[in-house]
C-alpha cells in the first residue's frame, strides 16, 4: 500500500523502516522548516503550508491510501482534508483532542478516567484561583505543543506564582495541573486495527531526567494484577471511544497502584522502542499493520528489555558493538538535550537488565551532570 506520513522526525524514519519490510511505500509531509534528514532516502517529502492545496498534496504524496502521523502537532484541517480522499489514522478526531492538553483531559475525566486534579486557564486571576485550589508544588503546562517538559511550569511558592501571573497576557491558553504524588510513571503501548483487533504491550517502566524519558524497563516490575486491570481497561475505554486505529500510548502516573493518565499520544511512542529487538511484533509494525488492516502481531517479550536514550550524545563502540545491546541512530545533528538515538537492551532477567541499564545510564551520563 501507499502510506504517506505527516512529519519527518524519527518516528516517521521508524515507521518507514518496519513498513517498507512488508512492501509498503512511503511519501512524508513536512511542515514549514521541518528537518528532513531522518527520512532522507526512505521517499518523497512533500512540504505543506496552509496555503497549499490539499488536492495537489494528495497528487504530490503519490496518492496514498492511508495517511498517518508521527506526531499529534499536525494541522487538523489538513487531516479533515485529505480523509475525504483516503483513511486516515488515527482520526483527526483523535488527533484533535490529544494535540490539546485541556480537551484531552476533559474527555478523560468525562469517560471515568483518572487525572491529575486540572483547571483551564487563560488569564491571570483565573492562573492564581486554579494554583490556590491544587496548591503547591503545581505544574502548570500551555495546553499546545508543550512536550519533553517544555513550556512547563513547576510552581514552588507563591512568588513563582506571581512570576507567572504578571508574564499571563503573552502565554497561550495554559493548563493548571496538581502535583500527583506518584510512585512511579508507567506507559502503555496499545494497537487497534482497521476491524478493531487489538493488542497491548506490556506496561514499561519509565524514567525521566529533566522533563525527558532517559530510561525504559519492560516489563514493568511488580505491577499486581489490579494494576493491569486498570491499565488494560483505560486501553479499552479510549480504543473504543474512538474506534482507534493504529498505535495509542498512554502515559501513566502509578500512586500506590492506583493509575491516573498524565498523557496521551495518538502515535508510536518513545517508551515503545525497546519492542524494536524483544522478538515481538514492534510497535512500528503493529502500527503500519493496524492502519493496513492487518491483525496486530505479538507484543509481548518472553525476556526482560529496556532502553536508554542517546540525549545530546552518540554512544561508544563499547556500548554500540555489546551483544545485548541494539544501536538505533536517528541520523540528526547532536545538540544538548535532543533525542539522536537510542539503545535497547536485552536480558534473560530482571536483574541482568536492571544491572546493564544503570550500566549503561552512568557509562552515557557520567556523574549526574546536566543533559
Ligand atoms: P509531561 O510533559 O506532562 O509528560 O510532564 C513531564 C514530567 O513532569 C512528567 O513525566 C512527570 O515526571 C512530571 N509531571 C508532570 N505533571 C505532573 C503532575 N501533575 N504531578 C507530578 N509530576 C508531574
Not at 162 to 172: C, E, F, G, N, V
Not at 324 to 332: A, E, G, R
Request: negative net charge; contains cysteine; charged residues 20%.
Amino acid at each position: 500500500m501507499r502510506i504517506a506520513i505527516a512529519g519527518c522526525g524519527q518516528l516517521a524514519r521508524m515507521l518507514a523502516l518496519a513498513g517498507w519490510e512488508m512492501g509498503h511505500q512511503f511519501s512524508f509531509i513536512a511542515d514549514p522548516g521541518e528537518g528532513t534528514d531522518c527520512v532522507a532516502g526512505l521517499g518523497p517529502v512533500c512540504a505543506w503550508d496552509p496555503n497549499t492545496s490539499i488536492v495537489e498534496l494528495y497528487g504530490e504524496l503519490g496518492q496514498p491510501d492511508v495517511v498517518t502521523i508521527e506526531k499529534e502537532h499536525v494541522d487538523i484541517d489538513l487531516m479533515e482534508g485529505l480523509a475525504e480522499h483516503c483513511l486516515v489514522a488515527p482520526s483527526p478526531e483523535a488527533i484533535r483532542v490529544c494535540q490539546h492538553r485541556g480537551r484531552e483531559k476533559t474527555l478523560l475525566q468525562s469517560l471515568g478516567i483518572m487525572t491529575a486534579s486540572f483547571h483551564l486557564v487563560e488569564d491571570a486571576p483565573a492562573l492564581i484561583d486554579a494554583v490556590n485550589n491544587v496548591g503547591y508544588p503545581a505544574f502548570v503546562k500551555s495546553c499546545e505543543q508543550g512536550y519533553d517538559g517544555q513550556n512547563q511550569w513547576h510552581l514552588k511558592d507563591s512568588a513563582a506564582l506571581d512570576a507567572l501571573a504578571q508574564q499571563m497576557p503573552s502565554l497561550p491558553p495554559l493548563v493548571v495541573e496538581g502535583a500527583v504524588h506518584f510512585d512511579r510513571e508507567l506507559s502503555l503501548i496499545a494497537a487497534r486495527s482497521v476491524s478493531g483487533d487489538i493488542a497491548l504491550y506490556p506496561l514499561a517502566e519509565n524514567r525521566h531526567r529533566e522533563g525527558i524519558l532517559l530510561t525504559s524497563e519492560v516489563p514493568a516490575p511488580n505491577v499486581p494484577d489490579s494494576t493491569l486491570e486498570q491499565a488494560t481497561q483505560i486501553a479499552h475505554t479510549l480504543l473504543e471511544h474512538w474506534s482507534y486505529i493504529g498505535v495509542l500510548s498512554i502515559e501513566l502516573f502509578d500512586e500506590g497502584g492506583k493509575l491516573r493518565v498524565n498523557e496521551l499520544a495518538p502515535r508510536v511512542h518513545n517508551s515503545g522502542h525497546w519492542s524494536q529487538d524483544a522478538d515481538v511484533t514492534s510497535q512500528f509494525s503493529n502500527h503500519i499493520r493496524a492502519i493496513t488492516d492487518c491483525r496486530p502481531g505479538n507484543p509481548t517479550p518472553s525476556g526482560y528489555t529496556g532502553m536508554v536514550n542517546l540525549l545530546g550524545r552518540s554512544a561508544d563502540r563499547s556500548l554500540s558493538s555489546a551483544d545485548d545491546i541494539s544501536l538505533h541512530w536517528y541520523t540528526k545533528s547532536i545538540r544538548s538535550r535532543r533525542k539522536v538515538g537510542h539503545l535497547n537492551v536485552r536480558a534473560s532477567e530482571r536483574q541482568q537488565l536492571q544491572r546493564r541499564l544503570s550500566e549503561i545510564e552512568a557509562a552515557l551520563y557520567p556523574d549526574n551532570e546536566p543533559l
